[in-house]
C-alpha cells in the first residue's frame, strides 16, 4: 500500500491511496482532498504532510482486521441499527452479502476517508483462476 499527495500547497493538496497485489499489480485505488480528511487536513509543509501520510495509512493506524470483526446487521429502515460506532454497508449492499462477507473472515483493511468516517475494504485473495480484488465494504462513522 502506497499513498502520496498532489499539489503546490498543501491547502489544495490531493492524496492518492494505492493498493497492491502481491506480484506488484494495483487492485485499489483511491483519491480525495486532504483538506477534508482527518489527519491530513493540518498539515501545513510538506514535512507535516509526509508524518500526516504515515499516520494516515501507517500501521499504527490501520491494524490488521478481518470482515468477521464487522458488527451483525440489524434491520433498521434496510440499514444495520445505529450504534455508537456505526457501521453503514457500500450502497447496493445487501444483508445476505455482508453476512457473508462476515462469515469468509476476510482481511480487511479501514482507512480515514471524511472527517467523521473511515472507508472499509476486503481483501479477496487470488485463487488461481482470478486474481486478488479488494470491495468496499461500507463506512464505520467516528462517534461524536
Known amino acids: 500500500m ?3 499527495t498532489s499539489g503546490s500547497v498543501c491547502d489544495a ?3 492518492t491511496l494505492a493498493i497492491y497485489a502481491r506480484d506488484g499489480f494495483p487492485i485499489y485505488a483511491w483519491a480525495g482532498a486532504t483538506q477534508y480528511l482527518f489527519a491530513l487536513n493540518a ?3 510538506p514535512a507535516d504532510m509526509q508524518t500526516a501520510l504515515n499516520e494516515w495509512v501507517g ?3 490501520l491494524p490488521p482486521d478481518l470482515t468477521g470483526t464487522l458488527p451483525p446487521w440489524e434491520q433498521t429502515e434496510g ?3 445505529r450504534a455508537e460506532f456505526p457501521f453503514m454497508p457500500a450502497e447496493g449492499m445487501d444483508q445476505a452479502t455482508y453476512e457473508d462477507l462476515r462469515k469468509q473472515n476476510l482481511h480487511m483493511l479501514c482507512y480515514p476517508q471524511g472527517m467523521e468516517s473511515q472507508l472499509c475494504l476486503a481483501l479477496h485473495r487470488s485463487d488461481g483462476n482470478a486474481p486478488a480484488m479488494i470491495e468496499e465494504i461500507g463506512l464505520q462513522l467516528f462517534p461524536g
Open 59 to 61: 500501521p499504527d493506524n
Open 2 to 4: 502506497k499513498a502520496w
Open 13 to 15: 493538496a490531493v492524496v
Open 79 to 81: 440499514q444495520p441499527k
Open 43 to 45: 498539515a501545513k509543509t
